[in-house]
Nanobody
């Protein structure tokens, strides 16, 4: 059974940093691209960052380029999202995704940027 479990969210002041983690299980992690998305109530879920399989190619939403970094540890089946220079508009539920035969989402971790 494919499972994704996110952690690392919390309350942070503007300009601060957080590191999110997504622990994966139930599939051969290194074979699949992974991505982070975020959702605010009343809005559609939006793409934040993605990383390809073992090659590790990365892509980012324009809104987070230069501030967020996605990485993966294939030995630990984990994908991370390092978020720096956080802004109030980054406040959202951050969710991890993988497409393994079907799309699988984690339960998400809440990030709140506020003074």
């Amino acid at each position: 059974q494919v499972q994704l479990v996110e952690s690392g969210g919390g309350l942070v002041q503007p300009g601060g940093s957080l590191r999110l983690s997504c622990a994966a299980s139930g599939f051969t992690f290194s074979d699949y691209s992974m991505s982070w998305h975020r959702q605010v109530p009343g809005k559609e879920r939006e793409f934040v960052a993605g990383i390809s399989n073992s090659v590790g190619l990365r892509n980012y939403a324009d809104s987070v380029k230069g501030r967020f970094t996605i990485s993966r540890d294939n030995a630990k089946s984990t994908v991370h999202l390092q978020m720096n220079s956080l802004k109030p508009e980054d406040t959202a539920l951050y969710v991890c995704r993988v497409d393994v035969c079907t799309t699988v989402w984690g339960q998400g971790t809440q990030v709140t940027v506020s003074s």
